[in-house]
């Protein structure tokens, strides 16, 4: 399933060479590293078309262990991975029950349990795009693709134009978000920022794994009504 949204030939350039070069480290360090493959930012074919124009994009820290085999710069393997895993509900984990949350919460609809479509509504990334071994990148992993990775998220959340950006990486990878948006940050709760990039409106939040259920609720509904 192909997304559809806005592109400029330049932003398109920019960003798929970042992709090549993420591939070609992968490709050149997979034997001694123990890595796996690329992740591709997963853009919902109603990103950009639904009734309630919001736009919520959500970053994770990283990848970890991505089964979903390919290493071609054109095979975007998170589309597979909503279509075959989240959408028909193989696949559970407390991120992916924090964003349909938050999503349904933003889009002011009323069924959690049945409404598999929101997933399609939204944008998914991470700030690593490549695991190690099953795990999140090491020290020396993360330096390898650090650069690459920063210039690539900055590009897609500026191609694609997110409302609602949401960080869910805790204390990782901070600086790296500081560096990425040089904006004033405003602490509401030690769990809880924002800040504004342009029209978007950013958050930072820690990993949803691990919650309570009261305190996830209050953090949805404070993003939901920011």
Request: include cysteine.
């Amino acid at each position: 399933m192909s997304p559809s949204f806005p592109t400029t030939k330049a932003s398109k350039i920019a960003i798929d060479e970042l992709y090549r070069q993420l591939h070609e480290l992968q490709t050149t360090n997979a034997a001694a590293l123990g890595l796996v493959d690329v992740f591709h930012t997963y853009v919902g074919p109603s990103y950009h078309s639904n009734e309630s124009n919001v736009r919520l994009m959500m970053v994770g820290k990283a990848t970890a262990e991505w089964k979903v085999k390919g290493t071609s710069p054109e095979v975007n393997q998170s589309d597979k991975f909503i279509e075959k895993e989240i959408i028909p509900g193989k696949y559970h984990s407390a991120f992916w029950f924090f964003m349909k949350s938050l999503a349904l919460a933003l889009h002011n609809h009323p069924d959690l349990e049945n409404d598999k479509e929101i997933y399609r509504s939204v944008a998914w990334s991470n700030v690593m795009r490549i695991g190690e071994g099953g795990y999140n990148p090491g020290r020396t992993v993360a330096a390898l693709q650090r650069k690459a990775c920063l210039e690539l998220l900055k590009s897609e959340v500026d191609l694609y134009a997110p409302t609602h950006l949401v960080f869910v990486t805790g204390s990782t990878y901070w600086r790296d978000l500081e560096q990425l948006f040089p904006v004033n940050w405003t602490e509401h709760a030690t769990d809880y920022w924002r800040a504004k990039y342009g029209e978007t409106q950013i958050f930072w939040t820690r990993h949803p794994q691990g919650w309570e259920k009261t305190r996830r609720d209050e953090v949805i509904d404070l993003i939901a009504h920011a």
